[in-house]
């Protein structure tokens, strides 16, 4: 090899470790999320506002009307689902977990079984979170309740009429 290769080469090993963002991301940030989570099916308000950012917060439900853009609406969104579950919801465990942490924000994307009487619903959820001084704060949220045979592979393999 020579010289210039091997300048090339600590350059782009040097470039490559500066730009790379940290992939893994604290090992509390699951721990807050499913503490924040289930506080929010319990109906236990002020543990839920305990997570949430004093700076601005953007909270989106499954429905299009459900969009909250700070505490308040998002206290109100909270309210009229403790009323339509009268404490009878449950949440199963995450699966498809994942997470990106670059610097204090980090994302954590999961699925979670909705329960509720004989029903059973996978949600969708996308979170954004800042570690602040007393831990990880959500700053942003996004719910849906995905689809099941609906995916373009199955609608493209279906007959048709």
């Not at 009307?65 to 403790?82: G, H, I, L, T």
């Not at 990106?100 to 004989?118: I, K, M, S």
Request: hydrophobic residues 45%.
């Amino acid at each position: 090899m020579t010289r210039a290769h091997l300048v090339l080469a600590a350059i782009l090993l040097s470039a490559s470790a500066m730009c790379e963002p940290a992939l893994a991301v604290d090992a509390s940030l699951r721990q807050t999320a499913e503490a924040f989570m289930d506080a929010y099916i319990r109906g236990d308000w002020r543990t839920v506002e305990g997570f949430l950012s004093p700076h601005p917060l953007y909270v989106y439900g499954s429905d299009v009307s459900e969009f909250a853009p700070d505490a308040s609406a998002f206290k109100r969104m909270f309210e009229a689902d403790q009323k339509l579950w009268r404490g009878a919801a449950h949440w199963g465990e995450m699966s498809q977990v994942s997470s990106f942490q670059e610097g204090p924000v980090a994302t954590l994307f999961f699925n979670r079984v909705f329960e509720l009487g004989d029903q059973r619903l996978t949600v969708r959820f996308s979170t954004v979170w800042r570690r602040e001084h007393s831990g990880w704060k959500l700053i942003q949220s996004s719910n849906a309740v995905p689809t099941v045979g609906q995916s373009a592979n199955e609608l493209l393999t279906k007959p048709q009429h």
